[in-house]
């Protein structure tokens, strides 16, 4: 290692000064800098080629490696310095100073020199890769978010922060705040399934998981009262236009992978139709994309805020768009909003069941195991999605799950109490869905007669009588665009 600062040691300065770097992210108070700034953007430049000509001169063979310690940790403290006086300084970037740190880290990667044959390699960090043989240092998760770009640009900078965004970070963070932390949980488990898409189309993360916070809350099969249907929230009719059709009779809005590809093409074309126009493209996205471009016209820069697109909207559309920007901010910069969100261990693994069992089954032989309170069943169901939680699965069948409850299942789920209870009460419920489909065919085949009066109509009468549906009552009565005629006996299911 003679001549040569250790990887080791300067790894963990580099990521300590980005971490302070990170803090104020949000804080900012944008891209103009005073005086104050500049002298800090200057010490940054002059302290950034200080550390890049000690790396060199490092390297050099001869070098002293004492010498190069000294100058590379004289630079580093000046970084480190300057970053912490930015985030009091009024008009400072810290961004610009963690994108320094990003450089001089590549650069300290780049010249480091393979080990010699026989030393023993220093261990790789967990915040490391393997590539060409050589460790990769990576930017921890927190960090690779901060920075992800939209078309160009930062997020961070393309997210204003006027009166209604603020206004939804405080409704995220008071009475929406049990959602953001169930969504975070949910989209951290989906995460390998639909982060690929966004990466793909360089789309950024964040903007994916404040759609599925507004959207669904992470939950894969949710479906709304317009018939919008899976994570993120489909129509029919859209999402046949994006490919989620029917696969083998399951609709391919509930796949969460499919669903995120989906969305990433549907973001990507909007964006381009409405000049990179994030808000409109938002609006769109709720409202219809037919819609806001009859708004906007001839003109794709026009602000969402602007009032005759703002004011044209629905209420649920103008709180959608800062909803959602809000909450993708929320996942960027959490420490500056005292939010902290859970530690989830993300990994999933395959189980093949030692015996039958439905999902509902063992979301109650699992419990509260890893110390999830509120239980599994929603991450089970998220994982599984094709399958009826009601439906017992054969032994042999293979499911998705955390790696964390893989042990879980051995010692509660296989033999013991818990499989006898969850199947006595499974038992229970499948007789009484039963015993409910067997009523409802018995009375589908009983009727009453209704004699039509003078200005009834189906709907009416189905109000009414409080029996049945308007689409029962035409089909059993061959009542097509329902006309009635007064006087006339029509057929009403009994009840």
């Known amino acids: 290692m003679s001549g040569f600062l250790a990887p080791s040691l300067l790894r963990q300065?580099?990521?300590?000064?980005?971490?302070?770097?990170?803090?104020?992210?949000?804080?900012?108070?944008?891209?103009?800098?005073?005086?104050?700034?500049?002298?800090?953007?200057?010490?940054?430049?002059?302290?950034?080629?200080?550390?890049?000509?000690?790396?060199?001169?490092?390297?050099?063979?001869?070098?002293?490696?004492?010498?190069?310690q000294a100058s590379l940790g004289q630079a580093m403290d000046q970084l480190q310095q300057a970053s912490t006086k930015c985030l009091h300084t009024a008009g400072c970037d810290p961004q610009r100073f963690f994108t320094g740190f990003e450089r001089l880290l590549h650069l300290s990667n780049a010249a480091a020199p393979a080990e010699a044959d026989g030393v023993e390699a220093e261990s790789v960090p967990s915040d490391a890769a393997v590539a060409n043989g050589q460790a990769v240092p990576q930017l921890p998760a927190e960090a690779q978010r901060s920075v992800t770009l939209l078309r160009g640009q930062k997020l961070s900078e393309l997210i204003a922060m006027n009166g209604p965004v603020k206004a939804a970070l405080e409704t995220w963070l008071t009475q929406w705040r049990p959602?953001?932390?169930?969504?975070?949980?949910?989209?951290?488990?989906?995460?390998?399934?639909?982060?690929?898409?966004?990466?793909?189309?360089?789309?950024?993360?964040?903007?994916l998981f404040g759609i599925l916070a507004k959207e669904s809350g992470g939950k894969v099969h949710a479906v709304s009262r317009s018939g919008?249907?899976?994570?993120?929230?489909?129509?029919?009719?859209?999402?046949?236009?994006?490919?989620?059709?029917?696969?083998?009779?399951?609709?391919?809005?509930?796949?969460?992978?499919?669903?995120?590809?989906?969305?990433?093409?549907?973001?990507?074309?909007?964006?381009?139709?409405?000049?990179?126009?994030?808000?409109?493209?938002?609006?769109a996205y709720n409202a219809g994309e037919g819609r806001m471009r009859r708004m906007v016209g001839d003109d794709p820069s026009v602000s969402f805020y602007d009032p005759k697109i703002y004011d044209q909207l629905s209420a649920e559309t103008r709180a959608y768009v800062p909803a959602v920007l809000a909450a993708a901010w929320l996942f960027l910069h959490p420490?500056?909003?005292n939010l902290n969100f859970p530690k989830v261990d993300d990994t999933l693994t395959k189980i093949t069941l030692q015996r039958p069992a439905s999902l509902t089954e063992l979301t109650v032989c699992l419990g509260s195991a890893e110390g999830m309170h509120e239980g599994w069943f929603r991450t089970l169901r998220n994982l599984n999605p094709r399958l009826d939680p009601q439906v017992e699965q054969p032994a042999g069948s293979t499911l998705q799950l955390p790696a964390?409850?893989?042990?879980?299942?051995?010692?509660?789920?296989?033999?013991?109490?818990?499989?006898?209870?969850?199947?006595?009460?499974?038992?229970?419920?499948?007789?009484?869905?039963?015993?409910?489909?067997?009523?409802?065919?018995?009375?589908?085949?009983?009727?009453?007669?209704?004699?039509?009066?003078?200005g009834d109509t189906l709907i009416g009468i189905v109000h009414k009588l409080d029996c049945s549906d308007v689409k029962e009552v035409a089909q059993l009565n061959g009542i097509k665009n329902g006309h009635l005629r007064a006087g006339h006996t029509i057929k009403i299911p009994a009840c």
């Open 13 to 68: 300065a580099l990521f300590a000064a980005a971490a302070v770097a990170l803090v104020a992210c949000a804080s900012s108070a944008g891209p103009k800098a005073g005086s104050a700034a500049d002298q800090l953007y200057a010490q940054l430049d002059a302290a950034s080629t200080a550390y890049a000509d000690a790396l060199e001169q490092a390297g050099e063979q001869g070098a002293d490696a004492d010498a190069a």
């Open 179 to 207: 959602a953001l932390m169930d969504a975070y949980v949910n989209y951290e488990y989906l995460r390998t399934q639909m982060e690929p898409a966004y990466k793909q189309a360089q789309l950024p993360e964040a903007l």
């Open 228 to 283: 919008a249907a899976g994570p993120l929230q489909f129509m029919y009719a859209t999402g046949l236009r994006f490919g989620l059709n029917n696969d083998d009779g399951f609709d391919l809005r509930f796949d969460p992978a499919a669903a995120a590809r989906a969305n990433a093409d549907y973001i990507d074309e909007q964006l381009k139709i409405f000049n990179n126009n994030l808000e409109i493209t938002l609006a």
């Open 335 to 337: 420490d500056s909003y």
């Open 404 to 454: 964390i409850l893989k042990n879980a299942y051995g010692s509660r789920c296989v033999t013991g109490p818990w499989p006898i209870l969850a199947s006595d009460l499974h038992g229970a419920t499948e007789a009484l869905a039963s015993a409910a489909a067997e009523a409802k065919a018995t009375r589908s085949k009983r009727t009453r007669n209704y004699r039509v009066r003078r």
